[in-house]
Nanobody, 119 residues
Framework: QVHLVESGGGLVQSGGSLRLSCAASGSIFSFNTMGWYRQAPGEQRELVAMISHGGTTDYTDSVKGRFTISRDNAKNMVYLQMNSLKPEDTAVYYC?????????????WGQGTQVTVSS
């Protein structure tokens, strides 16, 4: 059984910053990739960023230069530092875990944390 628990969401003004954290627990040894996806109201869920066990990263174009994904393998944690936030970043953000470093290929999802950016 695998559990992913996110924290760090909230309300922030446009231009502000937030840091999301996600703790993974359970039988996670065979899973290589951790990531963050988001879903805005009325929109499809989309990749924000993902990171392999070795530190290779992939970002969606709209967050490049503003968001940074990182992980601590010893603590089974993944983080998303979000800077220069925009109202269009408002969404529920989901932590993910997957066996492969492939966009959209996710084995486990967290429960989600709300990020709201006011203009």
């Amino acid at each position: 059984q695998v559990h992913l628990v996110e924290s760090g969401g909230g309300l922030v003004q446009s231009g502000g910053s937030l840091r999301l954290s996600c703790a993974a627990s359970g039988s996670i040894f065979s899973f290589n990739t951790m990531g963050w996806y988001r879903q805005a109201p009325g929109e499809q869920r989309e990749l924000v960023a993902m990171i392999s066990h070795g530190g290779t990263t992939d970002y969606t174009d709209s967050v490049k230069g503003r968001f940074t994904i990182s992980r601590d393998n010893a603590k089974n944690m993944v983080y998303l530092q979000m800077n220069s936030l925009k109202p269009e970043d408002t969404a529920v953000y989901y932590c993910t875990l997957g066996r492969f470093f492939i966009r959209g290929l996710v084995d486990y999802w967290g429960q989600g944390t709300q990020v709201t950016v006011s203009s």
